[in-house]
């Protein structure tokens, strides 16, 4: 999304997005399943490039390729306030794979904090790749 902002959208397409009343975003799927695979993978944090981490609005169900239906939930909910995972979204990783890919490396440490704001709820992506 962040390439996308930056290098496509014009003034006119962020006005407009930025007047929506019905934004809409792609993002991981807000499911149970997903819930349970961050857990079971010992995430610590979640990060994208997109405006949000998950689809946005939340859907109430998700379809299987086998036509059936699982519940969607907002994973935020869970994720900040119920196990204190940072979520970080709008993360500009087309830099990040051009630096591996000049690096040969594809393992680094991540650091990411937050702007000291009491009461804030959202802090800009202040993300830094150490390798």
């Keep these: 999304m962040t390439r996308e902002w930056d290098e496509r959208m014009t003034d006119a397409d962020k006005l407009a997005y930025a007047k929506s009343t019905n934004p809409r975003h792609a993002g991981v799927e807000g499911t149970e ?62 830099a990040l794979s051009r630096t591996c890919r000049e690096l040969g490396r594809w393992d680094f440490f991540v650091a990411s904090s937050p702007l000291n704001m009491p009461g804030g709820v959202s802090s800009p992506p202040n993300c830094l790749a150490i390798f």
């Excluded at 109430?60 to 979204?89: N, Q």
């Design 33 to 94: 399943d997903m819930l349970r695979w961050l857990w079971d993978e010992g995430f610590a944090a979640v990060a994208g490039d997109a405006i949000s981490f998950e689809v946005y609005p939340p859907k109430k169900a998700h379809a299987r390729t086998d036509g059936s239906e699982v519940p969607g939930l907002f994973l935020h909910e869970y994720l900040i306030p119920g196990w204190g995972m940072p979520v970080g979204e709008l993360f500009d990783l087309e």
